[in-house]
C-alpha cells in the first residue's frame, strides 16, 4: 500500500480549489493556458457573454498612457490590452506574459493589426522580471494576477520597475458585491463554463479551473491592502459589473 506525500501547509497553494505543492503550480497553470491559447479570445467573448471588451475598453480609458509613457502590460496574453493602449496613443508598450504559446498568438495578431511599431514582447514570469529598476511609468495586468504563484512579488516587481510617479492598473475578477446576483454567476460559473469549455475548446478542465481560481482571489479590500503592504500607495479600486470584476490603481510615489 503506498503512502500519500503530506507537505508543510507554507510548501502548498491553491490551484482552483485544489491544494498543490508551491513548486508546480506555475507549470499547471502554463499548461492551463497551453491549453486555452488557440480559443482563448472565442472562450473571454463566451465566458463573459462578450462583457470583457467593455472591461478592458474602461481598463485602457483609466490607464491613459500617453506617447510619452512607456507600458508594460504583465500577463498579457493575447494582447488585447497592449494593443487597446497603442491604439489609445501610449508611445512604447512591453508585451509580456510567461506562456510561450500566449505570446505567439499575440504576435500574430499584432502583425494582422499592423501594430509592431512600439510593441515589444518579453516572456517572462512576473515574481522575477528581468527589467532594470523604475524603467516604466506604467504597469497594468489584466485578468493574470490570480494565476500567480506569490502574489506578493509580483506586486513588489510591480513597484520596483516603476518610475516614481508612475502607476499601477489591474484589472481582475473580484468579489460580486450584489446579492442577488450571486447565485446567477456561480450557476454560469461552475456549470456553464465548463460545459463551454467542452463543447469549444475541448477542455473542460481548464475552465473549471479558471472558475475556481476566480473563487480563491482576494476580494477588493483585501487586494488593496496587498498593494500598500508592497509599497504602493494612494491605492484605490472600481467595481464593475457589481463586483465581478474591479480595476485597483496603486501610484509609486
Not at 79 to 84: L, T, Y
Not at 102 to 121: H, P, S, Y
Not at 153 to 162: F, S, Y
Request: proline share 5%.
Amino acid at each position: 500500500m503506498s503512502e500519500r506525500k503530506s507537505h508543510p501547509a507554507e510548501d502548498v497553494i491553491d490551484f482552483g480549489y485544489r491544494a498543490v505543492p508551491r513548486a508546480e503550480k506555475a507549470s499547471l497553470v502554463r499548461q492551463v493556458f497551453d491549453s486555452v491559447a488557440p480559443r482563448y479570445d472565442l472562450m473571454n467573448d463566451l465566458m463573459s457573454l462578450g462583457l470583457h471588451r467593455a472591461w478592458k475598453h474602461a481598463f485602457v480609458a483609466a490607464i491613459a498612457a500617453s506617447p510619452r509613457e512607456a507600458l508594460l502590460d504583465l500577463a498579457g496574453g493575447t494582447g488585447d490590452i497592449a494593443f487597446r493602449a497603442l491604439e489609445r496613443g501610449a508611445g512604447r508598450v512591453i508585451l509580456s506574459d510567461i506562456n510561450p504559446a500566449m505570446l505567439q498568438v499575440a504576435q500574430g495578431r499584432a502583425l494582422e493589426r499592423g501594430l509592431a511599431a512600439g510593441l515589444a514582447f518579453l516572456c517572462a514570469d512576473a515574481e522575477r522580471l528581468p527589467l532594470p529598476d523604475r524603467s516604466v511609468e506604467k504597469v497594468s495586468m489584466a485578468f493574470g494576477l490570480r494565476n500567480c504563484t506569490d502574489k506578493p512579488a509580483v506586486l513588489r516587481e510591480v513597484r520596483r520597475v516603476l518610475r516614481p510617479g508612475g502607476r499601477f492598473h489591474c484589472l481582475e475578477f473580484s468579489r460580486v458585491e450584489v446579492a442577488a446576483l450571486a447565485p446567477l454567476y456561480d450557476a454560469w460559473s461552475f456549470r456553464v463554463l465548463p460545459a463551454l469549455g467542452r463543447l469549444v475548446a475541448g477542455d473542460a478542465a481548464s475552465y473549471q479551473y479558471l472558475a475556481e481560481s476566480i473563487r480563491m482571489f482576494p476580494d477588493q479590500e483585501s487586494l488593496a491592502a496587498m498593494m500598500r503592504a508592497a509599497g504602493l500607495e494612494r491605492v484605490r479600486h472600481q467595481s464593475l459589473a457589481g463586483g465581478i470584476v474591479a480595476i485597483h490603481t496603486g501610484w509609486r510615489l
